[in-house]
């Protein structure tokens, strides 16, 4: 049974540094805790010359995100990288 490492108690070596966005996240082959490259969605303004961040500017991706680990490039969805 895998423990979750972000949960208290668990050796200081398996604790995830991930806090934020990679909270609980590793990759699964290779037990890297990243970066990863993820397919995301986000609003912007396009222009002829370029974009900026829409108003909303919110990131979208999910447990179906295709992921890949910077690491050891392994390929698999975003949900496939937690460690819950």
Do not use: H, Q, W
């Amino acid at each position: 049974m895998d423990s979750n490492a972000n949960e208290p108690g668990v050796g200081e070596k398996e604790v995830n540094p991930n806090t934020n966005c990679l909270y609980g996240t590793r990759c699964p082959k290779c037990g890297s805790y990243g970066p990863f490259e993820i397919l995301i969605s986000m609003l912007v303004l396009l222009y002829d010359d370029g974009s900026d961040d829409a108003e909303d500017g919110t990131i979208n991706y999910g447990d179906n995100s295709p992921t890949k680990c910077y690491a050891c490039g392994y390929k698999g969805k975003f949900g496939d990288f937690g460690v819950n």
